[in-house]
T-cell receptor, first 116, second 117 residues
Framework: AQTVTQSQPEMSVQEAETVTLSCTYD???????LFWYKQPPSRQMILVIR??????QNATENRFSVNFQKAAKSFSLKISDSQLGDAAMYFC?????????????FGTGTRLTIIP | GAVVSQHPSRVICKSGTSVKIECRSL??????MFWYRQFPKQSLMLMAT?????????EQGVEKDKFLINHASLTLSTLTVTSAHPEDSSFYIC?????????????FGPGTRLTVL
C-alpha cells in the first residue's frame, strides 16, 4: 500500500516571501500521480498542482511549483510571493494510474500561516 | 472546473438516528464518487468508492452496514450513517471524477459536518 508523509505539521512565512512544503511517499509502482491540495478554512478542497510521475519536468502553476525527485520519492511544493489568501491546510496526495483505482491517499497535512 | 455539491452542509442529530448525506455532480456525469471522512485537524481518510449502478467498495475498517452508500444515478451518491453515535461526529467529504481516464481530476464537494449528540 502506498503511504504519504508530510513531516511539517505547521509552517509560517512572511507575506511576499517563498515557502517550501515537504512531502515524501512510498510506492512500488513506477507510474503514478501526485497532487497538492489546499483546504482553506471553508474546508473546500482545491487542487493546487498535479505531477505525473513519468514526466521529468516539474509542474508549475503561476506562483506554485513542485520539486519532484522520483528516485528520492520526494514531492515538495514551493509557493512564491506568498499571499494572505494562501493561508490554509495543504495536503499532498498520491494516486495510482490504474484504471478503476483512482482513489487518493493523503498525507497528514501542513498548516500554512502567512504573516502580514 | 466541475461543481460538486453536498447536502446538508451541517446536520445535528440524536444518538441512534440515521442521517443521509447527498453528493451531487452538478454539471457532469460522475461514474465514480468517493466518500472521505475528516476528523478535526486530521487528514482525509477514504471510506469508500462508489460506482454508479454497483455496490460500493469499502476501505478496510469501514463498516459497510453502518455507512450505507448508494450511487443510483450518474449525478447522485448518498451516504447514510445508520444508528449514529457521538463517535461518528466528523466532517464528511465526497468527490467525483468525470470519467475513468488515468489523469482525470477529482472534484470535491464542500463537505458535511455531522454532529451526533
Amino acid at each position: 500500500a502506498q503511504t504519504v508523509t508530510q513531516s511539517q505539521p505547521e509552517m509560517s512565512v512572511q507575506e511576499a516571501e517563498t515557502v517550501t512544503l515537504s512531502c515524501t511517499y512510498d510506492t512500488s509502482e513506477s507510474d503514478y500521480y501526485l497532487f497538492w491540495y489546499k483546504q482553506p478554512p471553508s474546508r473546500q478542497m482545491i487542487l493546487v498542482i498535479r505531477q505525473e510521475a513519468y514526466k521529468q519536468q516539474n509542474a508549475t502553476e503561476n506562483r506554485f511549483s513542485v520539486n519532484f525527485q522520483k528516485a528520492a520519492k520526494s514531492f515538495s511544493l514551493k509557493i512564491s510571493d506568498s499571499q494572505l489568501g494562501d493561508a490554509a491546510m495543504y495536503f499532498c496526495a498520491y494516486r495510482s494510474p490504474n484504471f478503476g483505482n483512482e482513489k487518493l491517499t493523503f498525507g497528514t497535512g501542513t498548516r500554512l500561516t502567512i504573516i502580514p | 472546473g466541475a461543481v460538486v455539491s453536498q447536502h446538508p452542509s451541517r446536520v445535528i442529530c440524536k444518538s441512534g438516528t440515521s442521517v443521509k448525506i447527498e453528493c451531487r455532480s452538478l454539471d457532469f456525469q460522475a461514474t465514480t464518487m468517493f466518500w472521505y471522512r475528516q476528523f478535526p485537524k486530521q487528514s482525509l481518510m477514504l471510506m469508500a468508492t462508489s460506482n454508479e449502478g454497483s455496490k460500493a467498495t469499502y476501505e478496510q475498517g469501514v463498516e459497510k452496514d453502518k455507512f450505507l452508500i448508494n450511487h443510483a444515478s450518474l449525478t447522485l451518491s448518498t451516504l447514510t450513517v445508520t444508528s449514529a453515535h457521538p463517535e461518528d461526529s466528523s466532517f464528511y467529504i465526497c468527490s467525483a471524477i468525470l470519467e475513468l481516464i488515468p489523469n482525470n481530476e477529482q472534484f470535491f464537494g464542500p463537505g458535511t459536518r455531522l454532529t451526533v449528540l
